[in-house]
């Protein structure tokens, strides 16, 4: 396996490692644990969420934000990677698809496709570019529900 698509495989691992513990509540708080989340979002991120909503990357980091905690509940909320595959290495840029499942009390999965760029400079060397991700009950890793 290229370097290149090693180190965008374990940034989506570890990126979603910092939403499990910050959306958790489970995580340090402050400016300086959000500054990994700043750090690997280029400026000219897109992500187009599962409802079809595009957002800018000052809009996701404004929600991220505001939600420290929100998925804190007696179960404690996870967020698992599963099928991670490169689609396409060439560096600069590597596209990949992953299943991101997100549960507690209640289990969803998203498939998402994602575009990265080298970057030396970024936690695991690359810079998420773009991101489009779907409600999907198809994943058979686990029974995903679609939210509602």
């Given at each position: 396996m290229h370097p290149l698509a090693a180190s965008a495989i374990r940034e989506v691992r570890e990126l979603h490692e910092f939403f499990e513990a910050w959306l958790g509540?489970?995580?340090?708080?402050?400016d300086l644990a959000f500054r990994r989340v700043e750090a690997a979002l280029a400026l000219d991120f897109t992500l187009v969420a599962p409802t079809g909503q595009r957002l800018s990357r000052s809009e996701l980091i404004g929600w991220l934000?505001?939600?420290?905690?929100?998925?804190?509940?007696?179960?404690?909320?996870?967020?698992?990677?599963e099928e991670p595959m490169v689609i396409r290495c060439e560096p600069p840029l590597v596209v990949m698809s992953y299943v991101e499942v997100?549960?507690?009390?209640?289990?969803?999965?998203?498939?998402s496709l994602a575009v990265l760029r080298e970057a030396e400079d970024a936690p695991c060397g690359v810079l998420w570019i773009a991101l489009q991700e779907t409600w999907t009950t198809a994943w058979t890793g686990a029974s995903a529900s679609e939210p509602s």
């Open positions: 509540g489970s995580g340090p708080s402050g934000r505001s939600a420290y905690g929100s998925r804190r509940s007696p179960e404690r909320f996870q967020i698992t990677i997100q549960g507690g009390a209640e289990v969803s999965a998203r498939r």
